[in-house]
């Protein structure tokens, strides 16, 4: 599918869930607006800038569902499967309309750009939408989404002190004292934002898996000043370099995909050598924190099914919560066997940055937090079903991490909830309440008038009578209490319980283990405590 990040553009126009604002805007007003608002913006006058800004693109989950063109939000989820297990590789082309206007050297002046604040604490004005593709002699391509702060006409931060494969490739060329270059494209499509999204392996290129989603290869230009392609059809390309500082330069504070306010990170400079762009280029500025989220969580649903899958677990639903910031939370739902639960967990727990996991049985609602509540209160035996694991690799963005040096990863804990119904239980233990007649008895036929027949009414001979015949039909087969009453419906209801207490009376009826009326003595018959 080869549309691109302006088709998409238009495709949101037509569907109603874009709008134009053609007045004069204060970029400062930005954010705050596209905040307010139930469909994505386009601001045609920016004060003070040429260039216009469209920002919320990708803010709902209808649109990221339009954005990758699926039927469904799981589709998403499917794409991404068929994306990773048959990635496309990226073409190379000769150029682009991007390279309409190009400046390097003195000529760079990142101001120029409407690069939008975004929330009150942010330490400056952040390019939150830049596609970053990188290169390492020996480890080939990364690709991937990192924010970056502006700081001189010519200068930003990196935010890389997430564990991950660029700040490995920044680190191994600080190590080597060389600079790591990068090329950033701003204004891609979300086929490129969503890949470059997703945590790929070392070795397999990020681009490839745009490919897979677009069902056709990501087409790549050569930059002009750094040996490394960016997309071609990016509206903005930067061409830079990590300056090999190491993380010892401020960058932040940032309003976060936690909504929260991040705090200040430590991280290496960025020197911007070229511009290029289109001649009437539009500026993409990625809101948050739900731009990021809506686009995020897929990645997350298809890596923890592979895991699932990888570990012999059949899965029947997974929701990585929106309470979890779609990065940290997942309740997945399994058909159990015998010791799954614990292996669901050891599996879905290795995802990613997943800082908490609760797995329940098929029959759990994944998507229902009462539902998952009563599974842990009425499953879980804390000291049995609970598993934490210490020192496991963390997001520096969890503020209930300890503080750690600047430059330094943090680890942090892992906790996984077993709440699926123990081996050991008894089925009954775990039988729901269900209602009789709930198939044929409707409130609303009794408020239209409907009336129900009365049933035969028996003298003490008749309900001794009844008793015997109950007695005959429990002797071949225990049945409940309500079975009883609706196989001798002739009758009504007084009559039948009278039956049955009658049957009590003579000490003939029993109970077996699952609360079934029996006869007394049978081999139905529930023993008591100790066997006598």
């Not at 386009?42 to 260039?51: E, P």
């Not at 909504?259 to 990625?286: C, E, F, S, T």
């Amino acid at each position: 599918m080869q549309e691109t990040f302006r088709e998409f553009l238009d495709r949101l126009r037509e569907a109603g869930e874009m709008v134009d604002l053609r007045q004069p805007v204060d970029i400062r007003h930005i954010a705050t607006l596209v905040d307010q608002s139930d469909k994505a913006l386009f601001f045609h006058d920016v004060i003070g800038y040429r260039t216009p800004v469209v920002s919320g693109i990708i803010r709902t989950r209808e649109r990221a569902m339009m954005s990758l063109r699926a039927a469904t939000y799981r589709d998403i989820e499917d794409r991404l499967k068929a994306a990773t297990d048959k990635p496309i590789p990226p073409v190379r082309v000769a150029g682009s309309p991007t390279r309409e206007v190009v400046m390097t050297g003195d000529e760079v002046d990142l101001f120029r750009l409407p690069i939008p604040m975004s929330s009150i604490y942010d330490g400056g004005p952040m390019i939150t939408a830049g596609v970053v593709i990188a290169h390492d002699p020996e480890l080939g391509f990364n690709s991937g989404i990192y924010r970056f702060i502006v700081k001189e006409k010519n200068l930003t931060g990196i935010d890389i002190v997430t564990p991950n494969n660029m700040r490995l490739f920044a680190d191994r060329a600080y190590k080597a004292g060389r600079p790591c270059p990068i090329s950033i494209s701003i204004g891609t499509h979300p086929f490129e934002i969503t890949g470059s999204g997703f945590r790929a392996p070392l070795g397999v290129d990020e681009m490839a898996i745009a490919g897979g989603l677009r069902g056709s290869p990501v087409q790549l230009a050569p930059c002009e000043t750094i040996d490394v392609p960016y997309i071609a059809d990016a509206e903005i390309v930067l061409e830079a370099e990590i300056l090999p500082t190491g993380w010892t330069n401020p960058e932040g504070r940032f309003g976060e995909f936690t909504r929260l306010m991040g705090g200040l990170h430590w991280n290496p400079l960025v020197r911007i050598k070229a511009v290029a762009m289109r001649r009437d280029a539009v500026y993409y500025a990625l809101h948050m924190p739900w731009e990021n989220t809506w686009l995020a969580a897929p990645t997350r649903y298809a890596a923890i099914r592979q895991a699932l899958r990888t570990a012999g677990v059949v899965v029947k639903d997974i929701n990585v919560t929106l309470g979890g910031c779609a990065f940290w939370h997942a309740v997945v739902s399994i058909k159990k066997q015998p010791g799954e639960g614990k292996t669901a967990l050891l599996a879905a727990l290795s995802v990613m940055d997943l800082k908490h996991v609760v797995v329940v049985d098929d029959d759990i609602d994944v998507n229902d937090p009462a539902e998952v509540e009563w599974a842990i209160a009425t499953r879980v035996q804390a000291d049995r079903d609970v598993m934490i694991v210490s020192n496991a690799r963390a997001k520096p963005l969890d503020p209930s991490l300890y503080p750690t040096a600047p430059g330094v990863v943090p680890t942090g804990a892992k906790m996984g909830i077993d709440a699926t119904i123990p081996e050991y239980a008894q089925r009954e233990a775990y039988e729901r309440i269900t209602y009789a007649y709930a198939d044929t008895a409707k409130v609303a036929d009794y408020v239209a008038g409907k009336a129900d027949p009365a049933g035969e009414s028996g003298s003490d001979a008749a309900v001794a009578a009844l008793a015997e015949r109950i007695l005959e039909k429990i002797a071949v087969e225990p049945m409940y209490y309500t079975d009883i009453a609706e196989a001798f419906a002739s009758y009504d209801f007084q009559t039948v319980a009278r039956a049955i207490g009658h049957l009590h009376a003579t000490e003939r009826l029993w109970q077996d283990k699952t609360g079934r009326c029996c006869v007394r003595g049978s081999a139905f018959a529930a023993k008591p405590p100790g066997g006598r």
